[in-house]
């Protein structure tokens, strides 16, 4: 078999393969002519773009690994990752548009096919590419944020408890427990003490966290960055995202804009503290600029003591 006869029985091959694996699925979603059209641009591939589309998916899994490192589907190397998928997509589907990127970033998750094969990448992969994808194609997860009322009482609480339920088998549940920590005592009060904030989505309570100057014994024994006064230092408590909108960068927004509050109040730096196995929460709060201080061990009521690594952002 000469080189030209080899490389396109290759292509044929890929294309029964796909066909084997996927045809029925991709057939029903997309539609026969527009399977057709791949088939075929498949195989017109010349070797030159073959080797391009293999540069290109090297490349963007690559970038995929290090983006999801990073926690952040959000984040520039997120959105690079998913740059690079399009380009690769367009050497086969050339009549590209954002609802079919979408469409197969949404079946990476849903066809356990397409999962297995990002989940090899590192698990929680697949969802992490379809978020990302929704953000480069430019879905919408622009939130409101506001203080909390009264009336808003019972509602974060169940929000809390909705969240703490929902999470708890997973790898990085916050270890609350609700009437423990949080107390439905401690939202009032935060209520009432304007330190309770939340963030909506589409009318949604998507989100909530507690701003304010008070931190935990723990926080006292170590060197931080800023010399500054209690009431110069915004702390950050119970920033939680509803389960079902994480991944989508809503908590990085409400960081942002505890940034923006802390920033127009003149206030010096905003501290944190974070469960030392919650790498998540971690990688978000490095990649918007705060520094890790240290180590130390802090009482709460629902974890008891345990280890949490501390973070300070100087504004």
Request: net charge negative; hydrophobic share 40%; charged share 25%.
């Amino acid at each position: 078999m000469s080189y030209k006869e080899n490389f396109e029985y290759y292509k044929q091959t890929l294309i029964d393969e796909n066909e084997r694996k996927y045809g029925a699925e991709i057939r029903e979603k997309y539609g026969n002519q527009a399977v057709d059209e791949s088939n075929n641009r498949l195989k017109g591939l010349t070797q030159e773009q073959h080797d391009e589309s293999e540069r290109l998916r090297i490349a963007f899994e690559e970038t995929l690994i290090a983006a999801f490192e990073s926690g952040d589907p959000a984040g520039e190397m997120a959105q690079r990752a998913c740059d690079l998928h399009r380009q690769w997509l367009c050497i086969f589907y050339p009549n590209y548009t954002k609802a079919y990127h979408q469409g197969l970033g949404e079946m990476y998750v849903t066809d356990e096919r397409f999962k297995a094969y990002y989940e090899k990448l590192a698990p929680g992969c697949s969802e992490f590419l379809r978020d990302a994808i929704d953000i480069y194609c430019g879905a919408k997860y622009t939130i409101m944020v506001r203080q909390a009322k009264a009336a808003d009482c019972d509602g974060v609480e169940r929000f809390y408890s909705d969240l703490i339920e929902s999470m708890r088998n997973s790898e990085f549940a916050p270890e609350w427990e609700m009437g423990v920590y949080p107390t439905k005592q401690l939202l009032k009060d935060a209520i009432t003490e304007q330190s309770l904030f939340l963030a909506y989505l589409d009318n949604n309570l998507v989100g909530a966290m507690i701003l304010n100057h008070d931190c935990e014994p723990g926080y006292k024994n170590v060197k931080w960055l800023a010399n500054a006064k209690k009431n110069e230092v915004m702390v950050i408590h119970l920033l939680a995202v509803a389960a079902a909108y994480q991944g989508r960068g809503i908590a990085r927004q409400m960081v942002a804009k505890a940034i923006e509050m802390a920033k127009n109040n003149s206030l010096i730096a905003i501290r944190l503290d974070v469960l030392i196995k919650n790498t998540p929460a971690a990688k978000l709060y490095t990649s918007m600029g705060f520094k890790y201080i240290d180590s130390v061990k802090i009482y709460y009521e629902d974890t008891g003591l345990a280890d949490f690594q501390l973070y300070e952002l100087i504004l």
